[in-house]
């Protein structure tokens, strides 16, 4: 689920089923919401992962960690990302 507003495209969250990954799934999602972002006038893209999750997914589609947050549930950090579209 993602939206668009403020010239930015907000991914909220991205699931892909454990059978389905590392099958390229995650990556065409991610490429279409970019480009549906592009053609809404957007030139940013923003999302948000745990340290257990998602962060080197993200990375590797060219985002990069402007952000962290430390101590939920006094153990994770939540690391906030972005990328030019």
Known sequence: MARTWW???EVQYLWVSDEYRK???GRQLMENAEKEALKRGC???YV???DFQARGFYEKLGYRV???LGGYA???TR???AKEL
């Open 7 to 9: 010239g930015g495209l």
């Open 23 to 25: 099958s390229g799934y």
């Open 43 to 45: 030139h940013m893209a």
């Open 48 to 50: 948000d992962t745990f």
């Open 66 to 68: 402007y952000g962290d």
């Open 74 to 76: 006094h153990r994770f």
């Open 79 to 81: 690391h906030y990302l």
